[in-house]
Structures are given as C-alpha cells and as structure tokens.
C-alpha cells in the first residue's frame, strides 16, 4: 500500500468511508471543519449521502434514524457542537445504538476559542448526557492512528451497539503526516446482518423491531440497566488499548494522552541524555481505561500532562491507588506545553 500525505480531519473522512461509512450527518465548526468538506466532496462518488445538518442537535438524531435502520453513521464535531449532540449521545445508548463520533477538541468551557485543547476528557469519558451509560473512547497520537482507530470503532460500535467516540485536539486535526489505507472501501452489504434493526425486514423475522430508550416500568428499565452494565464490563475486559516505554527501571513516568503523549516522549529523551530514566503511560483509549497499566509501578512519582486544568489526573489516581505520588502540569486556551517545560517539571519533582 502507497502512503499518501494527508491532513488529520480528511484522513479520518477517508478511514470512515474505507469502513463502509456511507452516511454522515453533520455541522462545520472550527477545528473540524475539513471532515464534513471532504465528505461533501467523496461521499457521493462512493453512492453515500453527505447531509449538512441545520445544527448539532438536529445532526446527531439524523444518525439515530440512520443508525437505526441499520447503517453504519457517523459524524464529528468540536467542543461546543458535541455539547450540543450529548441528548441524542445518551438516546442512542439507551436505545443500544452504535455511531462514531469525532471530536476535534478546542478551548473551553462555552465558545472557548478555537485552538487546540483536551478539555472534554471528562464528557467524553463520564457520558455528558444523562443515565448510566458509557462510550468507548480512543484517542489517537499519530494522523495514522488516527485512520486506524476511526476504522476500528465503527467495529466497536457495531459488536457491542454503542456509539463510540474518537478524540484529538486541533492540532491532530491540522497537522498533515503520511498514512496508508486498505486499497478497497467495505462494503457495506458484506459486513454481519443487523437483526435488531428497524429495516421493514418483517418478512426476514417474523416480528417488528422497535427503537426505543423510554422504559416506563422501573423494574423493565433496571433489567435494561443492568443488561447494559453486562456490556460495559465486556468492553472493560477486552478493548482496553495503551502503550507503555520503560516502566521496569525510572525514575519518574510522564502519563498523556494524543499529541501530548508525542511531546512527551521528546521530554523524555532530553532527560535522559541528563541521566533521568523515565518510562511512559499513553491511554490509547480514555475509557475504557487501562488502569492495569500503572500496576506494579517501582518509581515513586507520575506526571499526568494534559491540555487542560487536570482531569485525566482523576484516573491515574483511581490506577495507582496511593501507592504514587501524582503530580500534574497542563496548559489551557490552546497553550501547548513544550517539551523544555515538562523536563523542568520533572526536575522539579525529583529534586534535581
């Protein structure tokens, strides 16, 4: 397979289509902007319909009715839009349907700016809508990853019927790095048949199927609940993704996420030419949460580097257990921590 020079929001377009995507939905918002323009523009080569929606509300209940009837869906977004999209986030999930949904985080909270930032940790991770319910989310480092994972979860959602989020800042969006693709789009009547999809298939099961999330019997609600639950724990179990460098001899381990995690490893290769040994701890998905990664830990301390206030820093506390200390640096408003200032933290940390 050629590798091609792509920027970051087309290369997830094209990974989604390569899925067998042949429905988007969605609205332009900055940092974003150029996945619903590229879709716009290949999606109905490829015999799929490109809908700009009226707004973030109205787009996310067209995947509802897309998703559904059966279809692979999906839509992105930044920061303030899936604040928007977080009713229809919790629909979906209380009537068990899968999507993908992109977030190209920016600087928050309200209208922000539009620089990049990791602020929606938290929405992301917790469900901002409301009920019990989780979303699978990856956050990917590399524009290649980024393809990889976006292609992955529309996977993800379809086995466990969820939807699903990918996540990066803005300038995982912006930034162009050569990526590969599978050479052909799948095709989406080969992929596993839907039998709970509302299709007008009667003929095919006998019965009707109906989308639904309101349970007007409380004991009928807490049995979904808990059947949900049973789903969660699978996805705990078996899509937990991380990467971990020299954690069996350091001195200090940086802990990030996405394109931070690439600053950080530069971070570490500087200490080291000063004699720090320090390993590291990237989330490749934020939940489920790869706690079992900061198990068993010899160094003393973790620096959790985020862009934002500190909430990423919530799940390295529940991992080590007290057993590390956890410190935190983070820059907000689409400042982006360099490389310089998180080995002067370090240093600080550690005494030097």
Not at 13 to 18: D, P, T
Not at 100 to 115: A, D, E, K, W
Not at 247 to 270: H, N
Request: overall charge negative; charged content about 25%; hydrophobic content about 40%.
């Amino acid at each position: 397979m050629a590798k091609v020079l792509m920027k970051g929001n087309e290369a997830i377009a094209e990974a989604a289509m390569k899925a067998g995507c042949k429905y988007f939905f969605g609205y332009p918002i900055t940092p974003q902007s150029e996945v619903p323009e590229y879709f716009a523009r290949e999606l109905p080569k490829r015999n799929g319909c490109f809908l700009q929606a009226e707004s973030e509300v109205a787009a996310i209940n067209m995947l509802y009715g897309a998703s559904g009837a059966g279809a692979r869906v999906m839509t992105s977004s930044s920061s303030p839009g899936v604040s928007l999209m977080q009713e229809g986030i919790s629909y979906m999930a209380g009537a068990n349907l899968p999507c993908v949904i992109v977030n190209m985080m920016r600087g928050g909270p309200g209208l922000g700016s539009i620089q990049p930032s990791q602020t929606d940790y938290f929405q992301s991770t917790r469900g901002g809508g409301n009920g019990d319910y989780r979303t699978p989310t990856y956050a990917p480092s590399s524009i290649q990853e980024m393809v990889d994972l976006t292609m992955k979860a529309f996977d993800v959602a379809d086995k466990y019927r969820n939807p699903v989020f990918v996540i990066g800042d803005g300038m995982l969006g912006q930034m162009m790095e050569p990526v590969e693709f599978p050479e052909e789009d799948i095709d989406p009547s080969t992929l596993p048949y839907k039998d709970w999809a509302a299709d007008g298939q009667v003929s095919k099961r006998g019965h009707r199927n109906i989308i639904n999330s309101l349970y007007l019997s409380a004991d009928e609600l807490e049995a979904e609940n808990k059947e949900r639950a049973k789903k969660y724990q699978q996805i705990v179990e078996n899509e937990v993704m991380v990467e971990t460098t020299d954690l069996e001899d350091c001195d200090i381990v940086l802990s990030a996420y996405g394109t931070i995690a690439r600053i950080c490893k530069t971070a570490k290769a500087a200490l080291e030419e000063e004699g720090i040994k320090v390993g590291i701890i990237r989330p490749i998905t934020l939940w489920p949460y790869p706690y079992d990664a900061f198990k068993d830990l010899k160094c003393k301390d973790i620096l959790v580097v985020e862009m934002n206030l500190g909430q990423m820093i919530d799940d390295v506390k529940i991992a080590v257990e007290g057993k590390q200390k956890v410190h935190f640096y983070g820059r907000q408003g689409g400042e982006i921590p360099v490389a310089d200032e998180i080995v002067e933290e370090v240093k600080k940390i550690l005494g030097r």
